[in-house]
């Protein structure tokens, strides 16, 4: 055990840090982002933006990024239809570091957290990383939760805090606003539903069922849809309580002035960049296609991505196609892969890989 091993904290000792590969490939499909860069116009835009809050730079930022938040106030209320004012968001460096800040402050030592697996390991490495207690409960066959049975799971365990996440990463799947209400009405404590790939959804976003639930927070991230996973920015709704228990735990200053800035800029080009979410979304639907035309199990996808299987070894599928210049995700579902939908030349080399692999793997297969 080295010297710094045994003055590490217990709990974290052999641990691995996540880790999604960054690898130099022609094709990278493997951590969900926008395959669009942002348009030349907004990149005009947040460059005079930034230039002119660096005037600034010897002062310290708006600790409260009011002027940010009051911008995704209206942003979300104009998206989901529902009225939702600054008091009631929060932004923060990507939506990890709100679930970060959210554990901090409702999760902790002898707390513990509930999540549905497979979901976002992050939820579970977080709680590692805060000291919380993280309680994995299986998911129906075919990923999805039925209102009754997770209300029960829940009711059963009595977490500090629930994870839900909609559209589900990595499945893909959306809940029916009916399981986040029967998942609230059973929980005593917060209700974290994590809308990441929100805008890629056709359902209602949980934000809708905010007006008396206390409890219920939902995250978002301008990381997928947006565009703007450079950028790091993510954010949650919730009851102006939550967001006063979060000013407990953030540190002070932790949105520099020029993410403010940035973000403020993306933000007032939001119709032009969501514009890409059809064309993702088309592409997705051709994964889809394309990959059940080849024989393979695929799970129906709400979101930018898609899990597909069911492969005797995912990690040499995995190999296979990482050999033929394009990059998907190994999650750690044995069986399963996950691919991210880029653009049209993306899905093109992506299927061409896949069978071309299919293709030489039951060539090999014969031949053994
Ligand atoms: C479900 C989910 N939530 C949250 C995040 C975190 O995104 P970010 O920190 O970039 O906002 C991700 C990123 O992959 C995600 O898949």
């Given at each position: 055990?080295?010297?710094?091993?045994?003055?590490?904290?217990?709990?974290?000792?052999?641990?691995?840090?996540?880790?999604?590969?960054?690898?130099?490939?022609?094709?990278?499909?493997?951590?969900?982002?926008?395959?669009?860069?942002?348009?030349?116009?907004?990149?005009?835009?947040?460059?005079?933006?930034?230039?002119?809050?660096?005037?600034?730079?010897?002062?310290?930022?708006?600790?409260?990024?009011?002027?940010?938040?009051?911008?995704?106030?209206?942003?979300?209320?104009?998206?989901?239809?529902?009225?939702?004012?600054?008091?009631?968001?929060?932004?923060?460096?990507?939506?990890?570091?709100?679930?970060?800040?959210l554990l901090?402050?409702f999760g902790g030592p002898g707390r513990h957290a509930l999540g549905f697996?497979?979901?976002?390991?992050?939820h579970?490495?977080?709680c590692?990383?805060?000291?919380t207690g993280y309680l994995s409960m299986?998911?129906?066959?075919?990923?999805?939760l039925?209102p009754e049975a997770a209300a029960l799971v829940v009711r059963e365990h009595a977490p500090d805090v629930v994870f839900l996440?909609?559209?589900?990463?990595?499945?893909?799947?959306?809940?029916?606003?009916?399981?986040v209400a029967a998942v609230y009405e059973a929980a005593r404590g917060l209700v974290v539903?994590?809308?990441?790939?929100?805008?890629?959804?056709?359902?209602?976003?949980?934000?809708?069922?905010?007006?008396?639930r206390e409890r219920l927070v939902?995250?978002?991230?301008?990381?997928?849809?947006?565009?703007?996973?450079?950028?790091?920015?993510?954010?949650?709704?919730?009851?102006?309580?939550?967001?006063?228990?979060?000013?407990?735990?953030?540190?002070?200053?932790?949105?520099?002035?020029?993410?403010?800035?940035?973000?403020?800029?993306?933000?007032?080009?939001?119709?032009?960049?969501?514009?890409?979410?059809?064309?993702?979304?088309?592409?997705?639907?051709?994964?889809?296609?394309?990959?059940?035309?080849?024989?393979?199990?695929?799970?129906?996808?709400?979101?930018?991505?898609?899990?597909?299987?069911?492969?005797?070894?995912?990690?040499?599928?995995?190999?296979?196609?990482?050999?033929?210049?394009?990059?998907?995700?190994?999650?750690?579902?044995?069986?399963?892969?996950?691919?991210?939908?880029?653009?049209?030349?993306?899905?093109?080399?992506?299927?061409?890989?896949?069978?071309?692999?299919?293709?030489?793997?039951?060539?090999?297969?014969?031949?053994?």
């Amino acid at each position: 055990m080295s010297q710094i091993d045994k003055l590490l904290r217990e709990d974290l000792l052999g641990r691995s840090p996540y880790g999604a590969p960054q690898l130099d490939v022609a094709v990278r499909l493997n951590t969900n982002e926008n395959p669009h860069p942002p348009p030349p116009q907004l990149v005009a835009d947040l460059a005079a933006r930034v230039a002119a809050a660096a005037e600034n730079l010897n002062r310290y930022p708006d600790r409260d990024a009011v002027a940010l938040r009051s911008d995704l106030a209206d942003y979300l209320s104009a998206r989901t239809g529902q009225p939702v004012d600054v008091r009631q968001v929060w932004a923060a460096n990507g939506s990890n570091e709100i679930l970060q800040q959210l554990l901090q402050a409702f999760g902790g030592p002898g707390r513990h957290a509930l999540g549905f697996d497979p979901t976002y390991s992050m939820h579970a490495l977080i709680c590692v990383g805060t000291g919380t207690g993280y309680l994995s409960m299986p998911r129906l066959p075919g990923f999805g939760l039925e209102p009754e049975a997770a209300a029960l799971v829940v009711r059963e365990h009595a977490p500090d805090v629930v994870f839900l996440c909609s559209p589900n990463n990595p499945t893909g799947t959306a809940l029916d606003l009916e399981v986040v209400a029967a998942v609230y009405e059973a929980a005593r404590g917060l209700v974290v539903v994590d809308e990441a790939y929100g805008e890629f959804s056709t359902r209602p976003s949980a934000v809708t069922l905010l007006p008396g639930r206390e409890r219920l927070v939902v995250t978002r991230t301008m990381s997928k849809a947006f565009a703007f996973a450079g950028g790091r920015l993510g954010y949650l709704a919730a009851a102006p309580d939550v967001v006063a228990a979060l000013q407990l735990v953030r540190l002070p200053y932790h949105l520099s002035t020029l993410s403010q800035a940035a973000a403020r800029a993306a933000l007032a080009h939001a119709p032009e960049v969501l514009a890409t979410v059809e064309a993702v979304k088309g592409q997705r639907d051709r994964l889809v296609d394309g990959m059940r035309a080849l024989g393979l199990e695929v799970v129906d996808s709400d979101a930018n991505f898609v899990l597909f299987g069911e492969f005797g070894d995912q990690a040499a599928t995995w190999q296979g196609l990482l050999d033929r210049g394009v990059l998907v995700r190994d999650v750690g579902i044995r069986g399963w892969l996950r691919v991210t939908a880029g653009t049209e030349v993306e899905t093109t080399a992506f299927l061409d890989a896949l069978s071309e692999g299919l293709r030489d793997a039951a060539t090999n297969q014969r031949g053994a």
